[in-house]
Nanobody
């Protein structure tokens, strides 16, 4: 069973960096592709980045390409999102999610708030 817990959010000035972590307390982490999404109040959740089960393939939204890096450590059941050159428009609640064999993201964390001040 997958259970995801995010951490690492906070308040940072524009141009700064944060690293988000997402730990899976289950046993099958290395078999899942993982993704990061973000959502503002009253808005739809949007895709940020994804990584294959092996870490060999990564995907990014155009809005974060070149600034954010997704990575994973399967030995630690953890996926990371390194966020550099942060902008006020990166202010969202960030969620990690696990993708199953159906191609759907089926399990979500509780989210972590990232606030970027100008």
């Amino acid at each position: 069973q997958v259970q995801l817990t995010e951490s690492g959010g906070g308040l940072v000035q524009a141009g700064g960096s944060l690293r988000l972590s997402c730990v899976d307390s289950g046993r099958a982490f290395s078999s899942y592709a993982m993704g990061w999404f973000r959502q503002a109040p009253g808005k739809e959740r949007e895709f940020v980045a994804a990584i294959s089960w092996s870490g060999g393939s990564t995907y990014y939204a155009d809005s974060v390409k070149g600034r954010f890096t997704i990575s994973r450590d399967n030995a630690k059941n953890t996926v990371y999102l390194q966020m550099n050159s942060l902008k006020p428009e990166d202010t969202f609640v960030y969620y990690c999610a696990a993708k199953g064999s159906t191609g759907e993201y089926h399990t979500w964390g509780q989210g972590t708030q990232v606030t970027v001040s100008s």
